[in-house]
């Protein structure tokens, strides 16, 4: 909004908006900024290490340490990898930038349209500060004048690179074709499955280690790059990222599957339903109800560790430990790329197990593969139980009347109702000419029952967590040997 040199007051909810946007666009700018700094230090690093070897391993060991050591081979490595990971990253990093950058300019227009026609009221506060230049960002994280230099070039390259790239890439974010059963059967031939799992460690950026068993040797790699990307920096990261990562390269937690098992025992017992609530009770006595039933979650919880950022601590604690390894499996067996699969577990919400055809947030390509693979639900094929929810009060009534059955001014009574019908199949027709038909579902992975599954995407979402938390010394000791044992 710099063309509006008189910015008008703002109603809070709208400059909440503004200043949420503003951060985005100021946390993705950090992150190009770290990253092109710590490109800059490891080059620097490896130029020092190939140029002279032993003096760099007298600087960072001593000159006791030899060259052909565990800890300089390892060391220098990954120093390596993660540099060659960072400079690929860089076109993800610009778009994701110029994203955030076009979304608060879209913001910012649409709150001056919305504010320029309303009739002026209290409580308005100020328009927020318009951003500092990404170039002034970058000095106030005292990067020096030569980084920031370096670090401008960086970033126009990277910002061309992420234009092509973008180009060349539909709205998820996976390559036109991917999807395809030439794709699909390609990379199905790709993969061999090792006869046995490969035990390796990971090690955070405190130095702290922890076992986890993968597939391959490669794949406990990647995911240390994961670690290392994220933790680089000594700040919190992104814990999705982090989740992306676990999922993409399979590695299981033996440690978080132990403490999980210990969070999750005095919890179990109150979930289990007290019984069919009486409809005549007062919606009040039930949130009374509820409320007591959260309290005794929150008691046997009393002086455990859960990570801040997890959420719904009841799908947490239900079903069994959630095993990347199996994930990843799975997307090799079904033959999904990287992209795909990434796609498919991170929209795979629980509100849309299923949803109409114009409401599917999957990208083309990621819904291609997914009906080529057979993980796609369409039309009657959607169970009545789930589909069912889609349907508000009139299309229920008019199924009901069709059906010659009661009807109810109460969405929740009118479900019930078809759902106690002895023959789905008459109530799914029933239902046709509301829009049973363009209905679509997708599968949960491996045989899991889809809560399961989302016990597994809490369970990963919570191993993000945790792994920042160890980072930042948050876990209580006693909990922290368990997940580091």
Request: aromatic share 8%.
């Amino acid at each position: 909004m710099k063309q509006i040199v008189n910015l008008p007051d703002l109603p809070k909810d709208i400059a909440r908006k503004i200043r949420t946007a503003q951060e985005k666009v100021l946390d993705e700018r950090d992150r190009v900024r770290h990253a092109e700094k710590r490109i800059i230090e490891d080059t620097a690093e490896m130029e020092f290490y190939d140029r002279d070897p032993r003096g760099w391993a007298d600087k960072n060991y001593g000159s006791h340490m030899e060259l052909n050591s565990y800890p300089v081979l390892t060391r220098s490595s990954r120093i390596r990898e993660a540099l060659v990971e960072r400079i690929e990253r860089r076109p993800v990093r610009a778009l994701a930038l110029r994203d955030a950058e076009r979304e608060l300019d879209r913001i910012e227009k649409e709150a001056f349209v919305r504010v320029s026609a309303m009739r002026p009221g209290n409580g308005r506060v100020t328009w927020p500060a318009t951003l500092p230049s990404f170039k002034g960002y970058g000095q106030v994280l005292d990067t020096g004048e030569e980084a920031v230099a370096q670090a401008d070039a960086n970033m126009a390259k990277a910002a061309m690179a992420a234009t092509a790239w973008f180009a060349e890439r539909n709205d998820d974010g996976v390559a036109p074709g991917e999807g395809s059963e030439e794709a699909l059967a390609a990379r199905r031939t790709a993969w061999q499955r090792s006869p046995t799992m490969h035990t390796g460690q990971l090690i955070m950026g405190d130095g702290t280690a922890f076992r986890v068993t993968a597939w391959s040797k490669e794949q406990v790699s990647a995911m240390q790059r994961v670690i290392d990307e994220d933790q680089s920096r000594g700040i919190v990261g992104n814990i999705w990222n982090l989740a992306c990562g676990i999922v993409l390269t399979g590695c299981d937690w033996i440690g978080f599957q132990e403490w999980r098992d210990g969070v999750a025992s005095p919890v179990r017992p109150l979930l289990v339903d007290d019984g069919p609530r009486d409809p005549a009770k007062s919606l009040s006595s039930l949130k009374v109800a509820e409320n007591a039933r959260y309290d005794r979650i929150r008691a046997a919880l009393l002086g455990r560790y859960l990570p801040e950022e997890l959420a719904n601590v009841e799908s947490f604690v239900t079903g069994s430990n959630a095993m990347p390894s199996r994930l990843f499996r799975f997307w090799k067996e079904q033959w999904f790329s990287e992209g795909i699969a990434r796609n498919w577990f991170l929209k795979s919400q629980p509100h849309t197990w299923a949803f109409r055809s114009d409401n599917n947030s999957f990208g083309p390509e990621t819904w291609k593969a997914m009906r080529n693979t057979g993980q796609v639900l369409e039309g009657t094929d959607v169970p009545l139980d789930r589909g069912i929810a889609e349907f508000k009060l009139q299309p229920l009534m008019s199924a009901l009347a069709t059906l010659g059955m009661n009807s109810s001014r109460i969405v929740t009574e009118c479900r019930a109702a078809l759902l106690a019908h002895p023959d789905p199949g008459a109530v799914k027709a029933a239902l046709m000419p509301h829009g049973y038909l363009q209905l679509q579902g997708v599968k949960p992975p491996l045989g899991l029952a889809w809560s399961e599954f989302q016990s597994w995407r809490m369970q990963i979402r919570g191993m993000a967590g945790v792994l920042t938390d160890l980072y930042f010394d948050k876990v209580p000791r006693e909990e922290r040997r368990i997940l580091l044992q």
